[in-house]
């Protein structure tokens, strides 16, 4: 089983930026797509980025214009670059493939205060 750590996450004002890592254990990204995911206290996970086999990115919703997805085929590893972060980012940040087949790792929680 492919193994997904998340890194990168922590306290950062409103405005600020953090780049989010995701470790595969396997080349998997020339195979399936990958996806970051966050979760926020009392509600569902939902998907903010993707990044095609292929390479091509997409980024979903509330935080199209601030986020932008990359990955590192030689160093199994997807990025999420967070710019202008704002409170409503505060989440648990996850990668998995789209759509998710892999067990869910630990995340790494983002926390912005305002």
């Known amino acids: 089983q492919v193994r997904l750590v998340e890194s990168g996450g922590g306290l950062v004002q409103a405005g600020g930026s953090l780049r989010l890592s995701c470790a595969a254990s396997?080349?998997?990204?020339?195979?399936?797509?990958l996806g970051w995911y966050r979760q926020a206290p009392g509600k569902q996970r939902e998907l903010v980025a993707t990044?095609?086999?292929?390479?091509?990115?997409n980024i979903v919703g509330s935080v199209k214009g601030r986020f932008t997805v990359s990955r590192d085929i030689v160093k199994n590893t997807v990025y999420l670059q967070m710019n202008s972060l704002k409170p409503e980012d505060t989440a648990v940040y996850y990668c998995?493939?789209?759509?998710?087949?892999?067990?869910w790792g630990q995340g790494t929680q983002v926390t912005v205060s305002s």
């Open positions: 990044i095609s086999s292929g390479g091509i990115t």
């Open positions: 396997a080349s998997i990204f020339k195979i399936y797509a």
């Open positions: 998995n493939t789209v759509p998710n087949r892999l067990l």
